[in-house]
C-alpha cells in the first residue's frame, strides 16, 4: 500500500509541479476544465458499464485498492476492465478534441472563441492520456503483478 502511495503521489506532485513552476497556483487553474473532465470520466465509465459486469467492475476497483493476494481469475478480470477503461479513456479524450476543434472551426469569425475552444480540445486530450495511460494501465498492471508475484513465491 504505501508503494501504490508513494507513486501517487510522486505523480501528483510532478504533475502539479511541472504545471505551476511559472505561475505558481494560478497556473494549475489553467489545465483543469470542468467539461473535459465530464466527458473523459462520463465516456469511460459508461462504456465500462456497458462492456463489462457491474459486480465485477466493483470488485476490479476493490481489489485495485486492496494489498492482498489475488486469485487468477480475479486478476484476469480486473486486467482486462482496466485495460479496456484505458483505451475508452484514450478513446474519449480523442473524441473530446474533436468536438473541441469543431467547436473551434464553427467560430472562427470569432477570435476570442478559438482559444477556449482549442483549450478545451487539448485538455479532454490530456485527461484521456493521463488516465488511460497512468491510472487505469498502472491499475491494470498491479492487478496482474500481484497474482505473478503470489505465483512465484509458491
Not at 466527458?39 to 485498492?65: E, H, P, Y
Not at 482549442?118 to 494501465?137: C, D, R
Request: glycine share 10%.
Amino acid at each position: 500500500m504505501i508503494r501504490k502511495f508513494i507513486g501517487m503521489s510522486l505523480f501528483i506532485g510532478l504533475l502539479v509541479g511541472a504545471v505551476t513552476i511559472h505561475d505558481g497556483f494560478v497556473g494549475l487553474a489553467s489545465i483543469i476544465d470542468l467539461p473535459s473532465l465530464l466527458l473523459v470520466v462520463g465516456m469511460t465509465t459508461s462504456a465500462t458499464i456497458w462492456s463489462f459486469d457491474f459486480q465485477d467492475i466493483i470488485r476490479s476497483f476493490k481489489n485495485s485498492c486492496s494489498s492482498e493476494v489475488l486469485s487468477e481469475s480475479d486478476a484476469l478480470i480486473g486486467f482486462t476492465i482496466f485495460q479496456k477503461m484505458a483505451e475508452y479513456a484514450l478513446g474519449s479524450g480523442m473524441i473530446g478534441t474533436l468536438i473541441g476543434v469543431v467547436k473551434m472551426l464553427q467560430d472562427m469569425s470569432d477570435p476570442t472563441a478559438i482559444g477556449p475552444a482549442m483549450a478545451v480540445a487539448l485538455l479532454t486530450l490530456l485527461y484521456g492520456i493521463l488516465f488511460g495511460e497512468i491510472v487505469f494501465k498502472s491499475m491494470a498492471t498491479d492487478l496482474l503483478r500481484r497474482h505473478h508475484t503470489h505465483l512465484e513465491r509458491n
